[in-house]
Structures are given as C-alpha cells and as structure tokens.
C-alpha cells in the first residue's frame, strides 16, 4: 500500500466551483506539503505544515487554502476554481524529527483540469 | 537565498550512452541535495540525497552524483542509458538558512526531461 494517498487522482471542474484535494499519509511524518506543478516550470511551494497547528504560505498560496485535520490529513482547496489553477497537484510529506535530512516523499499527484 | 539551476530542459541519449544531467545550486551554507525522479504519470521519487559525508553519492537503479563545493554543482550521471531511464529529473536544494536550521523546505529545478532513443 502507498505511504502517501492523493484523492482524487483526477478532476475536472468549471471556473467558480469549490474543490477540495485530499492527502493522507501512513508514514507517521510531521510536515506534509502541496506543491503544483506546471510544465517547464518545475514544482512550486502552495502551502506546508509542520505539525496540526503550524500552516505556512508557500511561494504561490493565493487562491488557495489548506486544513489539517491530523498528522496524516492534509487537504487543499482551491475556494473558487479559475482555469489557470489547471495543473498536477501534488503532496508529500517529510520526517524532520529523524534527524533532520530534508527528504520529501511524494503521491501520485492529482490531474485537476478546470475549464 | 538557495536556488536551483538544471541546464538544459530536454536531454536526449542513445541507449548505452553516458546519461549526465547538470544542477548547479546556490547556497550560503552547506547544503543538502536531492535528485528526484518523475516517470510519467507517477509522483516523485527519490533518486539519491547528499547530505554530509562522501562527496560521491549513489543511488537506485545505477545512477550517482557528485557534491562539488568549488564548482557548486551536484549533476547526476549514468555510466549506460537504458530505455527505462526515461523520465523528468528534478534537483533540489534544502533551504536551511543555516546549518542545522529548523526551515529544511526544498527548492526545486525546473527539471530537465531525459529521452532514450533505441
């Protein structure tokens, strides 16, 4: 069984609606992560946390927003969906209490399409 | 600031070819560095980390990478291409503002696409 779970695994949506992008983890990790990734552009920060309590903007958290429900939920929304928020969306999370390597491990991504 | 450079958005080798994919970083202190790996339609994977320790650092299914501090670059090579081989490579910098810091967020390259022609 996968150690980090994306639902769903894709999306299509219209401009206007809200979308909710959940993550789950069974890896006992503190932070967990949303990235976006657009060709040629490589993986862009949305949003991390390092545990329940502690959210942080990443480089491009405008139009979205984050919860976290435990230490293994992590979900994103995007409150109302526009075309240019079409992209793969992924999570990861990441053990800083184990020595502190920085290693992020990834999903399988979500493919929203928002027409 | 950290950042990431990998020259060149699109590779491509012959099958049995030298695969060498270039990452340069930049980093006020010292860092660590990642390679991940992106098949198509699959999340990203670890390749292989460079933390402290041995400059030459080997990861999964025979590629490596070597730290050089004077040049900072961390490229990533295969000694012989195979068709499987193709994928996106990421590099990745950790942005801790100093050694031992508490921020540990990765800073991404924009990938660099590799393609293996038969």
């Known amino acids: 069984d996968a150690d980090v779970t994306q639902t769903p695994r894709n999306r299509i949506t219209k401009t206007g609606k809200r979308i909710m992008l959940e993550c789950s983890q069974t890896k006992g990790h503190d932070r967990m992560y949303w990235y976006r990734q657009d060709p040629g552009l490589g993986l862009r920060l949305i949003y991390y946390s390092f545990d329940v309590k502690d959210i942080n903007k990443g480089e491009i958290s405008d139009g979205y927003s984050v919860s976290r429900q435990a230490q293994a939920k992590f979900s994103l929304s995007l409150e109302s969906a526009i075309p240019n928020q079409t992209a793969l969306y992924f999570c990861?999370?990441?053990?800083?209490?184990?020595?502190?390597?920085?290693?992020?491990?990834f999903g399988p991504g979500t493919r929203l399409t928002v027409l | 600031a950290q950042s990431v450079t990998q020259l060149g958005s699109h590779v491509s080798v012959s099958e049995g070819a030298l695969v060498l994919l270039r990452c340069n970083y930049s980093?006020?202190?010292?860092?660590?560095l990642f390679w991940y790996v992106q098949y198509p339609n699959q999340g990203l994977q670890l390749l292989l980390k460079?933390?402290?320790?041995?400059?030459l650092v080997k990861g999964i299914n025979g590629f490596e990478a070597e730290f050089k501090k004077s040049e900072t670059s961390f490229h990533l090579t295969k000694p012989s291409a195979h068709m499987s081989d193709a994928a996106e490579y990421f590099c990745?910098?950790?942005?801790?503002?100093?050694?031992?810091?508490?921020?540990?967020?990765?800073?991404f390259g924009k990938g660099t696409k590799l393609s293996v022609k038969p």
């Open positions: 990745a910098v950790s942005d801790r503002p100093f050694y031992g810091g508490s921020q540990g967020n990765l800073i």
């Open positions: 980093s006020s202190v010292p860092p660590y």
């Open positions: 460079y933390t402290t320790g041995a400059t």
């Open positions: 990861a999370t990441s053990d800083f209490r184990a020595g502190g390597t920085d290693t992020q491990y």
